[in-house]
DNA sequence: CCAAATTTTTGCGCGCACGCAAGTTTACGT
DNA sequence: ACGTAAACTTGCGTGCGCGCAAAAATTTGG
């Protein structure tokens, strides 16, 4: 099977990325040091990975796109649309495993891992897309997408504050503007965007097709 | 004044780039070219723009995040915030300028500007954070940062969606899936954040906390 | 079991982004 | 007016992303 060596290559680069990385720092590990360690070629690396830092985040981020979606199909269809979603997304950002909390403590110390990092949250945003478009099968797709774009957005701002913020506190230790946890700070950020999420979903119950969109 | 002359080679590039690649296509202009055209050094360019491309968008995106900034702030205070900020977000992305016609034929005819083109809707979040937050005094800062991330990200499927409906039709003219204009895909995409920004205006107007926001 | 077809890997080359350490220009104080 | 301090520009070197075409590997058909 063809398909399974393809996959074994790439966790090969996702470990042996993370592993230098956390070894001798992020800043010392170039690609190339990254194809050695996988026993592959430099050039096959970007064949995987179009960026030296997205195999670092790739190894801790790995598959929390489809978790969050599976997360959203989970939730009983009784709950709201809001209370799922936001639980869904929440509860994927919140990882006591404590092999993610050193390698986390890595990427706040590096801006471009950060800023790799925050862009990973757009992985989200088409999964969360195809689950809440199958929780409410007669909601417009692109209204289901731009809500599920909106809630990736609203994540980012979160995570982005966090980060900022842990970084300031372990640069100045007395200095903390008393930001929450990471998932307090995201379902702050979210909770905004829960009537916008249970008006579409309720439009959509009964077959609307918003008669103001037109006008 | 010095701050005078570095807007002055900011704009000498954009409009180089620019012209460059409208006369020869965006493949054919390297960013020695466009300096060279800027009578700076290829070194200068990177100071003011961090990718190859992004003159060439600037060039046509120029101040729309203040703009957008001002017209939210312009509107009269009794319109409801959901209002002020759709209608300000469409009213900067319908643009009747003939220049900006065929420039934007060129961007959607490159994968790269189309890219490039989706990311500065990300530039209109802080300033636009600002104008939300400014209309809403007492609510939570981070609140209006999210709200005016899911502008933002609704934004960008709107965009996006354009983009790639109207690159099918150039090559497929029989073949059209019926997807409207962009101040209409653009409304479509956003009304459904109208109830969350909505009543995120009036909790804030009543001074609330959002008491459920620790529970 | 071998050969054709498809897919993946690899080497090569180009252009690009950026840190660094000069060199050059502009602002300011005396 | 002059010298100093600050900001901006420039050249250089390094690593990176990727298109392209040849080579290697793997599937498929006979």
Redesign the pocket.
């Known amino acids: 099977?063809?398909?399974r060596?393809?996959q074994a290559?790439r966790e090969a680069l996702r470990a042996a990325a993370l592993h230098l990385a956390l070894e001798r720092g992020p800043e010392n590990?170039?690609?190339?040091d990254i194809?050695e360690a996988a026993?592959?070629?430099?050039?096959?690396?970007?064949?995987?990975?179009?960026?030296?830092?997205?195999a670092i985040i790739a190894a801790v981020t790995a598959e929390r796109a489809s978790r969050v979606a599976a997360a959203v199909a989970a939730r009983p269809a009784d709950v709201s649309l809001a209370d799922a979603v936001i639980d869904a997304v929440i509860g994927q950002y919140t990882d006591p495993d404590d092999h993610a909390r050193n390698a986390l403590l890595m990427i706040t110390s590096s801006p471009a891992l950060r800023a790799c990092y925050v862009d990973t949250v757009t992985a989200i945003e088409g999964p969360l897309a195809e689950a809440i478009a199958e929780r409410c099968p007669d909601m417009d797709q692109l209204t289901a997408e731009a809500l599920a774009a909106s809630v990736g957005a609203a994540a980012k701002v979160a995570i982005r504050q966090w980060l900022q913020s842990t970084s300031k506190a372990a640069s100045l230790p007395g200095f903390v503007v008393a930001s929450g946890s990471l998932p307090d700070l995201t379902r702050s950020a979210l909770m905004p965007l829960a009537p916008a999420l249970d008006t579409a979903a309720n439009r959509s119950r009964h077959r609307q097709v918003s008669p103001r969109a037109i006008a």
Chains 1, 2 share one sequence.
């Open positions: 099977m063809r398909e060596k393809k290559t590990v170039r690609v190339d194809a026993g592959v070629s430099p050039r096959t690396y970007n064949n995987y990975f179009s960026s030296r830092e997205e």
